[in-house]
């Protein structure tokens, strides 16, 4: 019997906050829910980034906070937050599982880390209600498919899948790259300031339409690199978070200069690694890089099928903002056969204008929702 294979990249579900780009409830339990009904052997694959836990707050004592020691109650804390946000797709996960012939991949990205913890494995398992067929991998190998998120190959966001905690203060805390504390140490303040800001690419466009977050990205980058520098001889010794390889000052200060904020080439640095294995297998899918790719060679096929948060094309003349549609691999495998497809699932969204969304972002962010049939659990921003 044939398996279908199904990938879905960069959900990035979160806390149902200001920080929170996922409102594809809707779409995303639909397509589930569509695998759910078959009777036949289906592989789902969330590519990794499916929960962004990165930018999930954390609520201590009742305030709002980004904590760079994350133990494995912070972790629960968070997928509770996202949990209660996105419930549809929790449903639409758990229908899929109920059966014995489907099995559900998550594979970890760098944002959803916290999947190493086994007390959010046993969260998400007990949530769906199945210990069986739910999977936590770094890689899908199988059927001549490769399937993994990408970070890797990426410098900066690439992690240690054999030391994945530190130790603090005798507790178990995450072992994020440095880029990751980064963002939650310095870069999160600005996101819940400019929270539609960052749906928006190519980032050279929207630097150039706008030169204020140009400018406060720059003062806050400068400052975070100087306290890392003044203030990580002082801290290391009694902190793991605070580790610094000089390795990485070299490429973020390069990358500063070259206002390269995005993440790095994953294909490119993929095939120059594994070039003389590459026919090996016959479909590799990457996720990470937010964008759509399709590199067809005799015999294999490299595919990035793009993210699933609420993304954004700048024009850059017009300064107008066409929201990304939503793109999936469907393969169908059978003995050594490999059948692959990256299909669109349709949604109908408007476009919106530049000056109009730079006027009152989160009036944008809740109109743009409101056409995926999502509702931000807060009313009012100030209650995030
Ligand atoms: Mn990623």
New binding site residues.
Partial sequence: MPTEIIVVG?TELGGGTLTDDFIADKSLSQLLLTYAAKKSPVDFICN??TFDFLKCPYFDNGKLTYPRHITSGVSVAKLKMIYDAHKPVFQAWREFVTSTQHHLYFVI???DHDLFYPEVRQKIKSLLRSHKNIHFIMEYEKNNIHVE???QH?FL?RIKPDHPFLKYKKQRILNIPWVSFGIISGFLKLKEEHPFMERIKPLPVLFSHHRAIVKKLNILSFFFLLKNIILYPLHYHFDPTWTFPKELLREIYRRFRNVHWD?DDVVKTFKRKRWRSLHRNKVYVF????TKYVEEKEGWVIIHSDTWRDEYFLDKDTKVLTPKTKQYVHILAESDQVKWELRAHPITRSTFHFNDVMKDEVKFLTLAAGEEGYHYPFTKPEQK
Avoid: E, I, L
């Fill in positions: 960069d990794g980034d990205g760098n944002h998120h990408g970070h990426d966001n993440v996720g990470h890089v937010h």
